[in-house]
C-alpha cells in the first residue's frame, strides 16, 4: 500500500483518499442543506396556501379528492406528459426530443425529464446504452487524439520561428483553453438566454451540469410546448462529446 512520510508519520494514500472524500462529501451536504432548506420550506408553505385558497374557492372539492388529482397530475408528469394544455400537445416522442434523449443516453448525462415508460422501450434503452456508452467513449478517444494532433501541429509550426519551447506550450494550452471556454460555456448560455428565455446565469448553470455529464433535469434545453430547440440538439450532441 502506497504511503508517504510526514515529519515521523507514515501515512497511506488510501486513507487519506477516503478521509478526504468523506469530508469533501460532508461540507458539501452541509452547504447544500444551508443553502436550499429555507427555500424548500417557503415553496412547501406557498404550495399549502395555494391549495387552501383552490379549496375555499372552489368549495364542491374537498381535500381528498385534491389529493388524488394531484397525485395523478404527478404520475402525468413522471411519465413525461405535461399535465398542461391538452391532447393536442405536441408530443415528447417527435425525432428532435428523440434524439435529444439518445444523446443524453450514450453520454451518460441523463437528465431524467424523458424517459422510456413501455417495456420494450426499456429493454431497447440498456441494450442502446451498453453499446452506445463504449461508442461514445471510443468516438471522446479519437476526438481526443485529434486535438492532440493538431496542437502538436500548432506547436511545431510556432517552434519554426525560434519561439522558446516552453512558451510556445503555454500559449499554445492557454489558447484551446479560452477557445473551449468560448465554444463551451461562455457563448452558449447567450444562445439559451434568447432560445429559451432563460437568464444568462441559468444557461450557464445548464451549459456546466451538462457538459459535466450530471444532468440533474431541473433545467432541458426545450421551448415552450416541449419541443425540443434544434440548437440544443446540435449542442448537446457535439458539446458534450467533447467534454
Known amino acids: 500500500m502506497a504511503r508517504f512520510q510526514v515529519g515521523s508519520i ?60 394531484v397525485q395523478v397530475i404527478l404520475d402525468a408528469w413522471e411519465k413525461g ?15 428532435s426530443s428523440s434524439f435529444f434523449f439518445a444523446g443524453t443516453v450514450i453520454t451518460t448525462i441523463g437528465y431524467g425529464n424523458l424517459s422510456p415508460s413501455t417495456v420494450s422501450g426499456q429493454v431497447f434503452c440498456v441494450f442502446y446504452a451498453l453499446c452506445g456508452i463504449p461508442l461514445n467513449l471510443a468516438f471522446l478517444n479519437q476526438l481526443g487524439k485529434g486535438l492532440t494532433a493538431h496542437l502538436g501541429r ?17 500559449l499554445t494550452m492557454s489558447s484551446f483553453l479560452v477557445m473551449g471556454t468560448l465554444m463551451f460555456l461562455v457563448f452558449p448560455p447567450v444562445i439559451f438566454s434568447y432560445v429559451e428565455g432563460w437568464t444568462y446565469g441559468e444557461g450557464f448553470y445548464y451549459a456546466f451540469i451538462t457538459l459535466s455529464t450530471i444532468g440533474f433535469g431541473d433545467y432541458v434545453g426545450q421551448i415552450q410546448r416541449s419541443t425540443t430547440s434544434p440548437y440544443t440538439v446540435a449542442w448537446l450532441a457535439y458539446g458534450s462529446s467533447s467534454a
Open 154 to 170: 500548432l506547436e511545431r509550426s510556432v517552434l519554426i520561428t525560434g519561439q522558446h519551447e516552453q512558451t510556445v506550450r503555454i
Open 81 to 95: 406528459v405535461n399535465p398542461s394544455g391538452n391532447s393536442t400537445n405536441p408530443s415528447n416522442w417527435d425525432f
Open 10 to 69: 507514515r501515512v497511506s494514500w488510501t486513507g487519506l483518499l477516503v478521509l478526504s472524500y468523506s469530508l469533501y462529501l460532508l461540507i458539501g451536504a452541509t452547504i447544500f442543506q444551508i443553502l436550499e432548506r429555507a427555500a424548500e420550506s417557503q415553496n412547501r408553505d406557498h404550495f399549502q396556501l395555494e391549495k387552501l385558497k383552490f379549496l375555499k374557492n372552489y368549495s364542491c372539492l374537498d381535500g381528498p379528492a385534491l389529493e388524488r388529482f
